[in-house]
């Protein structure tokens, strides 16, 4: 899925330079890595361990973050690589409790721009 200012990241070296720098903050459900990239796009990478559940699981947890992310991608701030990491006790949660804990992680980054609610 494409989203509007956002690009993907896929190889291990990109995560693991966000890792690396230690720019995180976490919740009961999610971990949020952040790196500033110096570009105008922000790249987003989610990563869901096997810990969490089959791949069915695995799948719609994804899918639930990436929506979290797409829609409220107008009010993030550009330029940064994010990585999302999710953890076991999301799986039981809907998609409206995943998008409360994205928003969340976002404003504890100071990543969103305008009105919060």
Known sequence: ?????????KKNTDFRMVYN????????????YILQNGTDMNRIG??????VGN???RHRLTRLIR????LDSDRIKRGY??????????????YFETRDAV???LRLHKLLIGKDF
Do not use: C, P, Q
């Open 1 to 9: 899925m494409k989203f509007e200012n956002f690009e993907t990241l």
């Open 21 to 32: 720098k230690k720019g995180s903050y976490a919740n009961k459900l999610l971990v949020m």
């Open 46 to 51: 989610i990563s869901v361990s096997k810990k």
């Open 55 to 57: 791949s069915i699981v």
């Open 67 to 70: 929506e979290s992310i797409r």
């Open 81 to 94: 690589d994010i990585v999302i990491v999710a953890r076991v006790g999301l799986k039981d949660k809907n």
């Open 103 to 105: 928003l969340h992680l």
